[in-house]
């Protein structure tokens, strides 16, 4: 059993393209055993952002902390601590920090077998 | 995108043997087209607990709200609020609420292929 408190974990920089002020936490992943999801932290600052994409991968979201936006391609749609999202495969995405405050987002990701 | 707040969805009484005053949302399941793994919140009540057992699969837990206790068959150790677990297959597992006020943890498994 692993057991942890999330400021625990490693805070990394993520390597993705197209990022602003976010740092990433694997709270769980392949390291851990984790063989069929991953379980990330991001926080991200003000002004801060996740890239505007899409993947054939899902994602289960959930705000732990502070409130931001979340765009596709053609709109923009505010968000709060405790809401839920799931995103489906391709479909475009962003999450963004419009708060003067820290955005804390729970997301996880399938591993591909 | 599904996009909710957690207490919108429908809370119901698990079906599990050996609980105590629980409650289930499964805030990302199958019906909203997750095929790779589910997420659910569990809200537990001063003196509640979760069935202690094991089975094949894995739980990925990060602790929302409120303090309590985890158990195996020989031991018990606390844990708090932004405490983070990954319970591997056939692990030995209870969560108890230790504390006066409510527990709420939210819980991922996944579907099996």
């Known amino acids: 059993m692993k057991h942890v408190h999330y400021t ?3 805070l990394e920089i993520p390597k993705e393209q197209g990022i602003k002020d976010i740092m990433i936490r694997w709270l769980i ?4 055993g984790a063989e069929n999801f991953a379980m990330r932290l991001f926080e991200i600052q003000p002004e801060g952002y996740t ?3 899409q993947h054939d991968w899902e994602h289960e979201i959930f705000i732990l902390e502070g409130n931001g936006a979340v765009r596709d391609k053609t709109s923009e749609k505010s968000f709060k601590q405790g809401d839920v999202f799931f995103i489906s495969s391709m479909e475009w ?5 419009t708060s003067n405050k820290m955005l804390k987002i729970i997301c996880l990701i399938p591993y591909k077998k």
Chains 1, 2 share one sequence.
């Open 8 to 10: 625990e974990v490693e």
């Open 29 to 32: 992943s392949k390291k851990d």
């Open 51 to 53: 890239p505007l994409h």
């Open 93 to 97: 995405h962003q999450f963004a920090n």
